[in-house]
C-alpha cells in the first residue's frame, strides 16, 4: 500500500507542475498554445483555462491525499 502511494505521489507531483506551468500568466502562458488565447467574452476565460484550472484542483486534492494517507501509514506503522 505503501509503495502503491509512493508512486501516485510522485505521479502527481509531476503531473501537478506541469499543469502549474501551463496557466496563465500576466502576460499569458503556455496555455495560449492550446488554444487558451480565445476567450469568451460573456465568462472572462476560455474553457481550455476553466478546464485546465479543474484539472490542477483534481490533481491537488490527489496530491493532498497521498500526503495525508502516507502520513498516517508512517505514523502507525
Same mark, same amino acid.
Given at each position: 500500500?505503501?509503495?502503491?502511494?509512493?508512486?501516485? /505521489?510522485?505521479? =502527481? *507531483?509531476?503531473?501537478?507542475?506541469? #499543469?502549474?506551468? $501551463?496557466?496563465?500568466?500576466?502576460?499569458?502562458?503556455? !496555455?495560449?498554445?492550446?488554444?487558451?488565447?480565445?476567450?469568451?467574452? /460573456?465568462?472572462? =476565460? *476560455?474553457?481550455?483555462?476553466?478546464? #485546465?484550472?479543474? $484539472?490542477?484542483?483534481?490533481?491537488?486534492?490527489?496530491? !493532498?491525499?497521498?500526503?495525508?494517507?502516507?502520513?498516517?501509514?508512517?505514523?502507525?506503522?
Amino acid at each position: 500500500m505503501e509503495l502503491v502511494l509512493n508512486v501516485l /505521489l510522485v505521479l =502527481s *507531483s509531476l503531473i501537478l507542475i506541469v #499543469l502549474i506551468l $501551463l496557466h496563465r500568466g500576466k502576460g499569458g502562458g503556455l !496555455s495560449s498554445m492550446f488554444g487558451g488565447a480565445v476567450s469568451s467574452s /460573456l465568462s472572462g =476565460s *476560455s474553457v481550455v483555462e476553466k478546464n #485546465l484550472n479543474r $484539472l490542477t484542483v483534481l490533481t491537488a486534492a490527489v496530491w !493532498s491525499v497521498c500526503i495525508v494517507a502516507l502520513g498516517i501509514l508512517l505514523k502507525a506503522g
